[in-house]
Structures are given as C-alpha cells and as structure tokens.
C-alpha cells in the first residue's frame, strides 16, 4: 500500500533562550492574501511591485500573512505580546472569511503553558489580529493575567476620533474587546518599562500608537517590531513603500526607515509578527538596501 497523503504540516511554536529570559514565537493563524500589489506599494507602479516579487522569488499575486504572537518568560513572568484573531472569525460575521481562526491558547497548550499561566498581556496596537485573542464569549481569555496598553494608542479607539472608514468596525471592537478590561491594565508611552528589561519603542504609523519593544537580558538584546514592517519582501526592502493596513502611510514609512536603520546598525534579532514563521530574523543593510535575513542558528547556541 502507498503512504496517504497527509496534508501540510509545518512548525507553530519556536522557543530559545535570551540571556536569563526564555522567548517563544507562536504561529496564531495564517492567512492567504489575494493582490500583492496594491496592498504593498500602492505608490509605486504594478511593475515595479511584480518585479520586486520576481525578483525575491515570491509569487506575484498572492501573499502569505501569519500572525505570530511571542511570549517572554523573564524567569518571574509569563509575558505574551499581542493575542492573535482569537474567536473574532466564529464570533463575528464580517471578519468570518477574512481571518482565519486563531489558534494561539492551542498551541500554547501544546508548548507547556495554560492560560492562567499568563501573567501580562501586551497589546503593541488594536487592530483586530492582535486583541481578537482577548476575550471569548465576552470572557477573558487570560484569566489572571493583568493588560499593558499603549497610552496613545488606547486613547485614540477610546476617543474614536478621525478614524478612518476601513477601520470603523475596528474601532467596535476596541471598544467590545479592551476598553472593558482598563481596571486591569496599565497604560505606558514609549521609553516606559513593562518589566525589568523590556522597554517600549516608539512604532506609530502603522496604527496612531504602535509600540515595539526593547528586551535584554544579561546584556543579551532583542526586539519586538509587531507590524512595524509587516512583510519580509515588500515593507523591508522598500520600507518607502505604502502599505494598505497602516492607518497614517508616511508616518508609518518614517517609522520603517528609523527602526530598520536601528535594527542594521545595531544587528538586533526581531520577532516580528508577519513575517513567515518562526517570525525571527535580522535586518542586514547593503548597496541595494535593507534585506531580511531570516534566523538560522545564532540564538539557539
Ligand atoms: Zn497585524
């Protein structure tokens, strides 16, 4: 008898060591996108969007979209940054065929850890893909764990001021989702500490307030850049380029052109949450610009 087929399969968690802190990347979901270009570089032409695709080897269609929570154990403290989609696709109609289930407490069961274990949650901005993962059934998802916001960013969907309409139904679910969980959370601005050597960064443009954050330990360091740069193609090798989902577009190219020039210089690994899966690598800067270089070995030494 041949072997079945037995469909595709591939890694959902990644874990190492960082300094005395241990951090895990976790896959939450992955979705399919049609139309790389306008999504990416809406001012540039179609060509030179299909070109770059070609050139990278990717297709020139279709793009891969992951979510990829990370969770820091500094030895005192279970942190997870950002939730995923969560119950958003089964709970709610609109978002039912543009975001695939979340999948994070699942394969954070598989991992070793239980929701309760969870001793922070920080939200690096609200757009639906990282506080879907909140709230279930209009219950906490981590019970026992306390919440850190940006300030910026918490009161600009309190607000609901100059909300742009494709991110009105967002902003329900801001409203739905974190603002009933403010007497649990903390609110913080960039150069603010959630933790002992985790420090928030300054990342807004993709959303009013987005934070990435500094972490080091025993003098080894990281960074966290959630959707400062949101795919490993297009927003890092023409950070210029705009992309569809950042909700003020220049700001968010002078964000991208600071953080990669940090990130090059400094040789900092990242996790960043679109990237294809384990979501970690480096930025190397060369004649032609920055380049993603995706994690082989280095950290697991
Ligand atoms: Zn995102």
């Given at each position: ?114 929701p309760?274990?969870i001793?922070?949650v ?18 906490p998802v981590f019970p026992?764990a ?156």
């Amino acid at each position: 008898m041949p072997a079945s087929l037995q469909g595709e399969l591939q890694p959902t968690i990644y874990r190492f060591k960082l300094g005395s802190f241990e951090i895990a990347t976790i896959l939450d979901a992955k979705a399919i996108r049609e139309g790389l270009h306008p999504h990416y570089g809406a001012n540039a032409s179609v060509d030179e969007v299909l070109a770059l695709a070609r050139a990278n080897n990717i297709d020139t269609q279709r793009f891969e979209h992951p979510n990829i929570p990370t969770l820091v154990n500094t030895g005192e403290q279970l942190v997870l940054f950002d939730t995923g989609n969560g119950a958003l696709p089964r709970e709610y109609e609109q978002l039912s065929k543009r975001l695939p289930p979340g999948q994070t407490t699942a394969r954070l069961a598989a991992a070793g850890y239980d929701p309760d274990d969870i001793d922070v949650v920080v939200i690096t901005h609200g757009h639906p893909d990282h506080i879907g993962g909140l709230v279930e059934g209009g219950q906490p998802v981590f019970p026992k764990a306390r919440y850190v916001f940006g300030a910026a960013e918490f009161d600009f969907w309190k607000r609901g001021e100059k909300v742009r309409e494709a991110r009105k139904f967002n902003r329900e679910l801001f409203m739905k989702i974190c603002v009933p969980l403010a007497d649990r959370s903390t609110f913080i601005k960039p150069g603010d500490q959630v933790l002992p050597g985790i420090t928030a960064v300054d990342a807004a443009g993709h959303s009013p307030g987005l934070l990435a954050f500094h972490i080091e330990s025993n003098g080894k360091r990281f960074m966290i850049t959630a959707d400062t740069f949101t795919q490993y193609v297009m927003a890092v090798q023409r950070p210029e380029w705009h992309f569809e989902m950042d909700d003020d577009k220049e700001r968010a190219v002078a964000t991208r052109g600071r953080i990669l020039d940090m990130l090059a210089t400094d040789k900092l690994f990242v996790a960043s949450f679109h990237m294809p899966f384990p979501g970690i690598g480096y930025i190397e800067e060369g004649r032609n610009g920055y380049r993603w270089v995706p994690h082989s070995y280095q950290l697991n030494l």
